[in-house]
């Protein structure tokens, strides 16, 4: 079995790639390294049953041979990342996604969409079930990626009505762990970076927003359910762990774990913040026969382990 997996050099990516080819698959990773790192898929360089195209996938996508999967995930995921990168964000969830379904479509391919849970916006509802339909803004500074989300998301349905493609959804939660950069910007990273330093860790607002963190090997392990499992077309699926924070909290706890003497620092807040975001994996649990087995204390330990050793 083969499988195209775009934004392959990114967090998300080189963990799902390695995952793929445990399994026996092989691997066509495509990426341009815009917030992705070749460090991140280096050591796969020398394996058979990975082969790497260093491409833009907002451009006509072509691959020889047969493909049986193509998932997309090539796309910033950072707020910062995607408020550097507006436009670009909006083309590779768009043109991006229009040019990898129609190359499913040619190959006769299974297609994976790696959405957000953004698409609810700053949600009314709590936690958020996928039959919500969202609340955002859509001139607001999150709504490049937002609505870039929810455009594919359509698109995705639009390949499975009109052709018949067998499309799934995944509507990520905030996802991490080891190989996040240091300096992306999302919050655990930061914090960690931080902490590690002993420089005050910056928190926006009064850090009563909420968070609910996915550690990456059970993402992983949800995605490539999704991904092989035979009957499900059409799903839009949650995949996120429910234990949910404040980033207060969390702030406190990558302080207790690093054991260093950082304070808080209480920075103004961001336009659009989502103010409570937790996942409701019942479809996920049903469906997958999934949930995250990782704590959020287990999964700091481990990314602040990685981030010591860097
Ligand atoms: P990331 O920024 O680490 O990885 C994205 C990858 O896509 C990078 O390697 C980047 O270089 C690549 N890329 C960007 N534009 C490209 C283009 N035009 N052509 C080829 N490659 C391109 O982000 P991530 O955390 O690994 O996220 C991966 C996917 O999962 C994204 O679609 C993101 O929206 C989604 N997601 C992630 C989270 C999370 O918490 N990590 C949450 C929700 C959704
Ligand atoms: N956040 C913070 N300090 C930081 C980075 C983020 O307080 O240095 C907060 C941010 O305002 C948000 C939450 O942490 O409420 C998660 O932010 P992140 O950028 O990781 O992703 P988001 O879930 O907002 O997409």
Known sequence: ?????????????????????????????????LT????????????????FIYYN?????????????????????????????????MKVDSLGTLNTLGFAKLKGAR???????EVYGSAQVHPQREDYWGYVNPVGPRSVYDEAKRFS????????????????????FNTYGPRMRRKDGRVIPTFIDKALKGEKIPIYGDGSQTRSFCYIEDLVEGLFRLSVKEGIEGQVINL????????????????????TSSSIEFLPPRPDDPPRRCPDITKAKDILGWSPKVGLEEGLKKTIEEFRGL
Request: proline share 5%; charged share 15%; hydrophobic share 40%.
């Open 240 to 259: 996120g762990n429910p234990q949910e924070i404040t980033i207060k909290e969390l702030a406190q706890k990558v302080i207790e774990i690093c054991g």
């Open 111 to 117: 297609y994976i969409f790696a959405s957000s849970s």
């Open 1 to 33: 079995m083969r499988v195209l997996i775009t934004g392959i050099a990114g967090f998300i990516g080189s963990h799902l790639c390695e995952r793929f080819l445990k399994e026996g698959f092989y691997v066509i990773g495509m990426d341009n390294f």
């Open 153 to 172: 998301e359509a698109l995705c349905m639009a390949y499975h009505t009109e052709h018949g493609l067998d499309v799934r959804i995944a509507r990520i």
């Open 36 to 51: 992705g790192k070749p460090d991140n898929i280096a050591h796969l360089f020398g394996n058979k049953n990975f082969h």
């Open 57 to 89: 996938v907002v451009n006509y996508i072509y691959v020889e041979g047969p493909v049986d999967i193509v998932v997309h995930l090539a796309c910033p995921a950072s707020p910062v990342d995607y408020m550097n990168h507006p436009i670009h964000t």
